[in-house]
């Protein structure tokens, strides 16, 4: 059957459309479609000319790989082509390939396979002569590709000279150039925090740290090796299989992934698969599947390849964590800290087994650097259980009815003032202690062994306690019932009567604590200590304009700004009211002299105390104007040592650090 003119429109609306996102791929590192929209677009030209051979041309997209190289760089012919592989997407289609592969061999029973991880990088071959590396390319369109050499010297995991003996007189070695994802995530937040570019994902991030012409760029970029194959051997030969090359990459000073295994048959490809799949987000490299290859080296060259693929390999691909959809709608969500994250409400859409309607966009810097709207198609990424996130717009196909969005003034949730702290990202609702989307973080929070020291308020109870209607401030805590209390789930009579104990107990507090509890942005232990022996008491903290707070040590127009906002919440100082009204107390901080020995002197403590605990020492010496340290430098007054001390006595020693047993230090104190 000849193909009709629609049949051939379509093919060349695919090899087109196909054609531009190599570029926007290879040559721009900017992609505007996700991983699998892109699979399904090959896929179907792949079945067009699978159905109308006539049709292949060698100009399409399936009989190259990537797009030319770019101008910026030289070439790289690679002698042998640098192709890319199949694709499987489901057990059915594995086990095809696994068919296709024994009826190339002429042999019915389970042919061996190396399964390892697909990692989702940038592809290179490295090419040494006499165990000097003297040339790296990229793929590049599988025949010629850019010339990196410079920039792969600077990755640490690429030997320059091989290691120990035995290899080839000329060795390729190809593998993929990748970053790991917590240094992908500190790049990010360093290119973010410098006015750079933000890369959409790892993979990206590697393929322009490669193609940076500056090498200095790529050599401040957090980039990794691993080889997973081989180009041209000359003068020598490698293993007779690929298990064994693989232990010889590892003696010529390769960094080998310990995920490599050798498997018998498709089944033992499957089971490989499903152990990978689970422990994907552990991974701690992006993989956007597995891949199986036939062990038998010669049995690869038997079996050889197609025009773009070789016949001994496929990828087994995961379902796919990023897909295109509209956003709908976007949302201000207030999380448990107070902090308000924009979130994209999206049309539903299928990504890694699981129908995503909302995605976030974490900040409004973040939402405006993305510049995405209201109306807009998006590419969403989901990774295992993580909130699925806006990756980036394709701006091509935005509608004349999108709209931007801006940060709410008033917290949907309570109505509180919402404020930005200066130099940070975040917004944030300020009505802490009222805000019933923070509920369980504020109540968390005071109860906790630095705070009001409420012992057995913990995560579990507290849930309980904000589900069942409870608690609704922390104010509610002194009022709670004991029978109610007793009724929940894991508590009865005893237990419950140890948490009305423990929270009677912390009636009795002390200010600084108190002023830690209250979780006000920005003011921790330090803080709350400096403020509370400033001015001594409650009423004139919260009564305190910007001004009157700057004059406190360390408090700045910003955190004065802070502070001042949440004690003029009428919400907050309600709660305060009843905190008091309620029984909860403390006595009048009064300054230290400046007499005192202790005023302005830095301690380190280290050792175990008789007579008080760490906490106690440190909150005399803070009452008392000193500044207790977690480390000893030169700058260290005093070394407080107690029974069973650690290196800190050691270096105060080598630094000739005045040394204090616990006589001593509690004589300094003043008993």
Request: hydrophobic content about 40%; charged content about 30%; glycine content about 8%.
């Given at each position: 059957?000849?193909?009709?003119?629609k049949t051939r429109?379509?093919?060349?609306?695919?090899?087109?459309?196909?054609?531009?996102h190599?570029?926007r791929y290879?040559?721009?590192d900017?992609?505007?479609?996700s991983?699998a929209?892109y699979?399904r677009?090959?896929?179907?030209l792949?079945?067009?000319?699978a159905?109308y051979?006539?049709l292949?041309?060698?100009?399409?997209p399936?009989q190259?790989?990537?797009?030319?190289?770019?101008?910026e760089?030289?070439?790289v012919r690679?002698?042998?082509?640098?192709t890319?592989?199949?694709?499987a997407?489901?057990?059915?289609?594995?086990?095809?390939?696994?068919?296709?592969?024994?009826?190339?061999?002429?042999t019915?029973i389970?042919?061996?396979?190396?399964?390892?991880p697909?990692?989702?990088?940038?592809?290179?071959s490295l090419?040494?002569e006499?165990?000097?590396?003297v040339?790296a390319g990229?793929r590049g369109?599988g025949?010629?590709?850019?010339?990196v050499?410079?920039n792969?010297?600077?990755?640490r995991t690429v030997p320059?000279?091989?290691?120990?003996?035995?290899w080839?007189?000329?060795l390729?070695?190809?593998?993929?150039?990748v970053?790991?994802k917590?240094?992908?995530e500190r790049?990010?937040?360093e290119q973010l925090?410098?006015?750079g570019?933000v890369?959409?994902?790892?993979r990206?991030?590697?393929?322009?740290?490669?193609?940076?012409?500056?090498p200095r760029?790529?050599?401040?970029r957090p980039?990794?090796?691993?080889?997973?194959?081989?180009?041209e051997v000359?003068?020598?030969s490698?293993?007779e299989?690929y298990?064994a090359?693989?232990d010889?990459l590892?003696d010529?000073g390769?960094?080998?992934t310990?995920?490599i295994?050798?498997?018998?048959?498709v089944?033992?490809?499957?089971?490989y698969?499903?152990?990978?799949a689970?422990?994907r987000?552990?991974?701690p490299?992006?993989?956007?599947?597995?891949v199986y290859?036939v062990?038998d080296?010669?049995?690869?060259d038997r079996?050889?390849y197609?025009?773009?693929?070789p016949?001994w390999?496929?990828?087994h691909?995961f379902?796919a964590?990023?897909e295109t959809t509209?956003?709908e709608d976007i949302?201000?969500?207030?999380g448990?800290t107070?902090?308000?994250?924009?979130v994209?409400?999206?049309?539903?859409?299928?990504v890694s087994?699981v129908t995503?309607?909302?995605a976030t966009?974490?900040?409004q810097?973040?939402?405006?650097?993305?510049?995405?709207r209201?109306g807009d198609?998006?590419i969403v990424?989901r990774?295992?259980?993580?909130i699925?996130?806006v990756?980036?717009?394709i701006k091509?196909k935005?509608?004349?009815?999108?709209?931007?969005?801006?940060m709410p003034?008033?917290c949907p949730?309570?109505?509180?003032?919402?404020v930005?702290?200066e130099g940070?990202a975040?917004h944030?609702?300020?009505?802490g202690?009222?805000c019933p989307?923070q509920?369980?973080?504020?109540l968390l929070?005071f109860?906790s062994r630095?705070a009001?020291d409420i012992?057995g308020?913990?995560?579990?109870?507290?849930?309980?306690?904000?589900?069942q209607g409870?608690?609704?401030?922390v104010?509610?805590?002194?009022?709670l019932?004991?029978?109610k209390l007793?009724?929940?789930e894991r508590?009865?009579d005893?237990?419950?009567?140890?948490?009305?104990?423990?929270?009677?107990?912390?009636?009795?507090?002390?200010?600084?604590?108190?002023?830690?509890?209250l979780?006000?942005?920005?003011?921790?232990e330090a803080?709350?200590?400096?403020?509370?022996r400033h001015?001594?008491?409650?009423?004139?903290?919260?009564d305190?304009?910007?001004?009157?707070?700057?004059?406190v040590?360390n408090?700045?127009p910003?955190m004065?700004?802070?502070?001042h906002s949440f004690?003029?919440q009428?919400?907050n100082?309600?709660?305060i009211?009843k905190?008091?009204a309620?029984g909860v107390h403390?006595?009048k901080?009064?300054?230290?002299?400046?007499?005192?020995?202790v005023?302005?002197k830095?301690?380190?403590l280290?050792?175990t105390?008789?007579?008080?605990?760490?906490?106690?020492?440190?909150?005399?010496?803070?009452?008392?104007?000193?500044?207790v340290?977690g480390?000893?430098s030169?700058?260290t007054?005093?070394?407080v040592?107690?029974?069973?001390?650690g290196?800190?006595?050691?270096?105060?020693r080598?630094?000739?650090?005045t040394i204090?047993n616990e006589k001593q230090?509690?004589?300094l104190l003043g008993g």
């Open positions: 059957m000849k193909p009709d003119t429109r379509r093919i060349e609306a695919l090899r087109r459309e196909i054609d531009e190599n570029y290879y040559v721009l900017a992609p505007v479609i991983d929209r699979d677009l090959l896929r179907e792949q079945d067009i000319e159905q051979p006539e292949v041309t060698p100009q399409s399936t190259r790989v990537g797009a030319a190289p770019a101008k760089f030289g070439e690679h002698k042998l082509p640098m890319s592989m199949d694709n997407f489901d057990e059915t289609e594995a086990r095809e390939w696994d068919e296709r592969v024994r009826k190339g061999l002429n019915d389970a042919v061996y396979y190396t399964a390892e697909k990692f989702d990088g940038a592809s290179v090419r040494y006499d165990g000097l590396l040339q990229t369109d025949a010629t590709g850019e010339d050499t410079v792969v010297r600077t990755i320059l000279r091989l290691h120990g003996k035995g080839p007189k000329v390729e070695v190809r593998g993929e150039i970053i790991p917590k240094d992908f790049l990010n937040a925090k410098q006015g570019k890369f959409a994902n790892p990206n991030a590697a393929a322009g740290s490669l193609r940076q012409l500056d760029v790529t050599a401040g980039l990794s090796f691993f080889p997973w194959g081989f180009g000359a003068d020598g490698l293993p299989s298990s090359a693989v010889k590892r010529w390769f960094r080998v310990d995920l295994h050798k498997v018998k048959g089944d033992g490809c499957l089971a698969y499903r152990d990978i689970a422990k987000e552990r991974v490299f992006e993989i956007d599947g597995v290859k062990d080296l010669a049995a690869r079996l050889g197609t025009a773009r693929a016949r390999a496929i990828a691909k379902p964590q990023e509209v956003v949302l201000a969500s207030v448990r107070g902090v308000i994250t924009p994209a409400v999206l049309k539903p859409v299928h087994g995503v309607t909302h966009l974490h900040n810097d973040e939402l405006e650097r993305k510049d995405v209201i198609r998006v990424r990774a295992g259980d993580v699925p996130e990756v980036g717009v091509e935005r509608p004349r009815s999108a709209r931007s969005w801006q003034k008033k949730e309570c109505g509180s003032e919402v930005r702290e940070e975040a944030r609702c300020i009505g202690l009222y989307a509920r369980m973080g504020a929070h109860a630095r009001m012992e308020l913990g995560d579990k109870l507290v849930e309980q306690l904000v589900a409870l608690v609704k401030t104010a509610d805590l002194y009022r019932d004991l029978g007793a009724a929940l508590m009865g005893k237990s419950a009567q140890n948490v009305i104990g423990q929270i009677e107990k912390s009636k009795t507090a002390t200010l600084p604590r108190l002023l830690h509890a979780g006000i942005p920005q003011v921790g803080t709350a200590l400096a403020l509370a001015f001594g008491d409650l009423d004139p903290i919260m305190a304009d910007t001004e009157t707070l700057q004059a040590p408090i700045g910003t004065a700004e802070e502070i004690f003029r009428k919400h100082r309600e709660v009211a905190l008091v309620r403390w006595p901080l009064v300054r230290a002299p400046k007499a005192s020995g005023n302005g830095t301690f380190v280290t050792g105390l008789a007579s008080l605990t760490r906490d106690q020492a440190k909150e005399r010496l803070q009452a008392l104007g000193a500044t340290a480390s000893v030169k700058k007054d005093y070394v040592v107690g029974d069973d001390p290196s800190k006595a050691a270096k105060a080598e630094l000739g650090v204090l230090f509690l004589k």
